[in-house]
């Protein structure tokens, strides 16, 4: 990948201006895509989710999604599966930049992801590494970064033809800690929705939940895209707002059982049967009139699929 430079505003305007030049024209231009959407109808644009459920509903438009939620809701995972996804079924190049996982922790959970196995063996990841050479795209950086380190990552994805990139998370992205704060998170953000319209990609940024104040044992945590840490500004600049929510009484419930061997109560079961693992909550849509919320199951290999009786997910390479 090219070296990475911190980057500054100016070269997000000199870069924007470059890359937007040609984007100016007249509206007439443009009758054929006006007159198929007066007969038609508005269709969902962007990349689809891994769920086909869903897949005439919503997509990751260009620019900034939020995908938050709040510690062990599995937002790391799920932003993984979408890469690996959008990566085969779009046909793209995708990039992560994460700075909670070592590489070999991302290589391992991309292969199980792929393999729709908790154990693929060494030859199947071989077959994987074949896959992903020009697919995948990583940046190799752990702990505390500063914001100008990740636009120049997030600049390089995209000069690498990356169509969707993911940054996780922002609060690692060292922005702010002072009163100055939530500027400078609207300031990131708006530089990350610039880059992106420049390279003409999706970049998904992972984000925590404010903690809630009073929380059963075992209750769900699903929150509102109010609720994300930082500046209300940060989420009316997102085009997209995604909140996963694992069902805690539902994991509690099946550690009990297949841990520790301890026989569930009749009530118990049924929870278990009816309930699904983890929702993710379309709490903002910009481009399309869908918001809700879309209930999946967990599967072997670390994936997510949008029904109880699909019973894996593999991608075939």
Known sequence: MNSINNFTQEKIHEAMAVAQSHRINLLSDHRDAIIDQIQNGHTVKG???????????????VGVTILAGANASFKSTLASQILLWAAKNEN?????????????????????????????????????????????????QLGSITPERVLGAVHAFGLEGCKLVCVDSLMMCSVGGDSNQNEKEREFVASLIGLARTHDMAVMLVHHLRKPSQLAQGQQYIGSKWDIRGSGQVVDLAALVLLSADDQKKTELIIKRDKFNQPL?????????????????????????????????????????????????????
């Open 47 to 61: 990349l689809r989710l891994p769920w086909e459920k869903v897949h005439e509903e919503v997509g990751i438009p």
């Open 92 to 140: 793209i190049k995708v990039g992560l930049a994460s700075f909670e996982m070592t590489i070999a922790d991302i290589g391992e959970m991309m292969c199980q992801q792929t393999a729709g196995s908790n154990n693929p063996t060494l030859k199947y990841y071989d077959r994987f590494e074949a896959w992903a050479e020009h697919r995948v795209w990583v940046f190799d």
């Open 265 to 317: 109560t009749d009530s118990e079961t049924e929870y278990v049967e009816k309930h699904c693992d983890l929702s993710l909550t379309v709490a903002k849509n910009r481009y399309s009139p869908f918001q809700g919320r879309i209930n999946l199951w967990r599967q072997a290999g670390r994936n997510h699929t949008g029904s109880s009786k699909i019973r894996g997910m593999r991608f075939d390479l």
